[in-house]
């Protein structure tokens, strides 16, 4: 019988830690070889630290007989942006299985992100292998932002995933009917554990100790073209203020690993100014290491993923800040991040209330019902070309459960276009189509910029 390698693929420590613990939980079949396949997606990966250079790596490499980098593969070309052609396919498999020692091997995959580069790449080079899927945070839950080709989405058995909304089903690849299977909680925080007995240069804080800091998570949305520097730079001064409205004094920031350090400067005035201590997290760890080391009382942020983990694996309290704001402010509708902003700005509570803050609880599972019929109109809104199954369901949510708070999730023009309940009234429909209406409308806005120059 040919040997049988798996084939994992990695470009965060989070996900491989993900696959760690799916491996320590039983959840791949033994195999003769398992390599793991690190590529640096970062815009500049020749300065940026890649997966296996990360605090803590060593403890996950003794789960694969082999590390490879994606990066040196292919080079000169980026990962993000390289997929081989058509016609190159077959010469491209001989020089990896010749470069990797797979021989005539049968070859297994799991990849990350499979609708986009490296992962899509990797897939249409080992034409017919089969693929598993892990999730990446809490954007499983949103539907798959590109369209895949039936010649790689046929070949997917199973999404892998984290409970980070018990209850909550992924709906992520359900258009080529994958079934979701959970990787196990106890496994990851086992993982997580051996994380953070490496990382020594973080301190750790007793559980009893009564000054535990809160921990402010920041991200990085003005790369995205989500918000301005500017509004980014507030979004943090936000969560400075809420965490000392929350009575917190001792302050650490995690900031986003790209992130100008100019950020954490304004934070620290800001937080002296209010009489708190703030300390800069400088560190490239995950952020449940920090959890871990740190022992946080309080958790901050807007829509990460490490909001969830903080809550639902290590009983921290959490609070959200500015989900509103980049509601309103991401474009296109199709974002993927809008899944995890809608979860987040759904379950969490805002730091500015405190009662809710204080009285928070993991949701029950009438919310969580809840919850999941607000992303299937949202994701056949997101995308009705690949889930058009989801209509009747959406038009069923949005006729009954339209109303000031729930149409932060939903941009008219998107409805409209899409002729779903909350679309432009019909009486009033005419008026996009009528030419001089539009007509007008150019005169408007040419007659305002001319204006605003002056």
Known sequence: MPRTTQIFCASTLYGAATLAAALDAGLFAPADRRLLVVTNNAVNPEITPSVDAMPGFDRLRERFDEVLSWNETISPFHPSGWSPRADDIPMWERYVRLLWRLG??????????????????????????????????????????????????????????????????????????????????????????????????????????????????????????????????????????????????????????????????????????????????????????????????????????????????????????GTDTVLARLAPYQNSNRVPLTIADQLLPDAADATAVNGWTMPSRERVAELAALLQAVGFAMQP??????????????????????????????????ALPGAVPAQLSFIPRNATVRRLARRARALKQAATRK
Not at 307 to 318: M, S
Not at 394 to 404: C, F, G, H, I, K
């Open 104 to 321: 005539d091997d049968e070859v297994r995959l799991a990849v990350e992100s499979v609708q986009v580069d490296p992962a899509l790449a990797l897939c249409q080079l080992f034409t017919g292998a089969p693929v598993d899927v892990y999730a990446d945070g809490l954007i499983s839950y949103g539907p798959t932002r590109d369209k895949i080709d039936p010649l790689v989405g046929t070949r997917i058995d199973r999404l892998l995933h984290l409970d980070l909304v018990p209850g909550l089903t992924p709906l992520l690849l359900t258009e080529f009917g994958v079934p979701a299977e959970l990787v196990p909680s106890e496994a990851f925080v086992k993982v997580l554990g051996e994380l953070a007995q490496a990382e020594d240069e973080l301190p750790a804080l007793a559980p009893d100790t009564d000054d535990r800091p809160a921990l402010l998570l920041g991200q990085y949305l003005c790369a995205l073209g989500i918000l301005s520097d500017a509004e980014e730079e507030d979004l943090h001064l936000r969560m400075v203020r809420g965490a000392v409205e929350l009575g917190h004094r001792r302050l650490v920031f995690k900031p986003h690993p790209v992130a100008p350090a100019r950020w954490s400067r304004l934070l620290e005035d800001e937080a002296a100014r209010l009489g708190a201590e703030l300390t800069l997290l400088d560190r490239p760890v995950l952020a449940e290491v920090a959890f871990q080391r740190l022992r946080p009382a309080l958790v901050v942020g807007c829509f990460s993923t490490a909001l969830f983990t903080a809550a639902g694996l290590y009983g921290v309290p959490v609070a959200r800040v």
């Open 385 to 418: 070309k690949i889930y058009p199954g989801l209509r009747g369901a959406a038009e069923s949510y949005l006729s009954r459960q339209l109303n000031p708070h729930t149409w932060r999730y939903f941009k008219r023009k998107r409805l409209t276009s899409l």
